[in-house]
């Protein structure tokens, strides 16, 4: 069984950088067909993707915050990782790192996101 | 960015009742589209993806249909674990997108 847990730092303050990382456990993030995620969630709102990375290192991420995130991946340790910099109170909300699966079947791919991570509350505030 | 558009955005029900949810997609995304169940202070779970694929461990009583714009979640007979709330999500193309919500309440 795949698990995913997020880990931190807790609260940061305006116009500083975000740090957080999910390490995976269960399975290995270098298998092929998953994409390591994080997705956040505004309180009581919905649901908002990040972007992601591939065990090899290709990244894509959200048009909205690309000038402010970067993820990285560390194989050694199964663990990836969220940078988001200049922060502000706009920023806080539950933080989920999450797996994507990807399965290519005749000219169709099925994706989803499968597991994902219990959240973790990033308060930005001075 | 695709927009996902949910209704209603809030739904009572009795349990044993038969739900549907909507979700549109403000352009055709084909199949790819995904449920997801929250409870408070839960990460979402996996319900169908592929629009009609019941992922595993999910009770057959959940159920997807559509493609294109327009997708629906069926609960056959609602029991009392199914009170949350529920997101449709597009992974047709990054920025992949969700649906605002739709909170499942006892009635």
């Known amino acids: 069984q795949v698990q995913l847990q997020e880990s931190g730092p807790g609260p940061v303050k305006p116009s500083q950088t975000l740090s957080l990382t999910c390490t995976v456990s269960?399975?290995?993030?270098?298998?092929?067909?998953?994409?390591w995620t994080w997705i956040r969630q505004h309180p009581g709102k919905g649901l908002e993707w990040i972007g992601y990375i591939y065990y090899s290192g290709i990244t894509y991420y959200n048009p909205s915050l690309k000038s402010r995130v970067i993820i990285s991946v560390d194989t050694s340790k199964n663990q990836f990782s969220l940078k988001l910099t200049s922060v502000t109170v706009a920023d806080t909300a539950v933080y989920y790192c999450?797996?994507?699966?990807?399965?290519?079947?005749?000219?169709?791919?099925?994706?989803?996101?499968?597991?994902w991570g219990q959240g973790t509350l990033v308060t930005v505030s001075s | 960015d695709i927009q996902m558009t949910q209704s209603p955005s809030s739904l009572s029900a009795s349990v044993g009742d038969r739900v549907t949810i909507t979700c549109r997609a403000s352009?055709?995304?084909?199949?790819?589209l995904n449920w997801f169940q929250q409870k408070p202070g839960r990460a979402p779970e996996l319900l169908i993806y592929a629009a009609s694929s019941l992922h595993s461990g999910v009770p057959s009583r959940f159920s997807g249909s559509g493609s294109g714009t327009d997708f629906t979640l069926s609960i056959s007979t609602l029991q009392p674990e199914d009170f949350a709330t529920y997101y449709c999500?597009?992974?047709?193309?990054?920025?992949?997108?969700f649906g605002q919500g739709t909170k499942l309440e006892i009635k």
């Open positions: 999450a797996r994507e699966a990807r399965a290519f079947g005749g000219h169709t791919v099925k994706n989803y996101f499968d597991y």
């Open positions: 269960g399975g290995s993030i270098s298998s092929g067909g998953y994409y």
């Open positions: 352009q055709s995304i084909n199949t790819y």
């Open positions: 999500q597009q992974s047709f193309t990054t920025p992949y997108t």
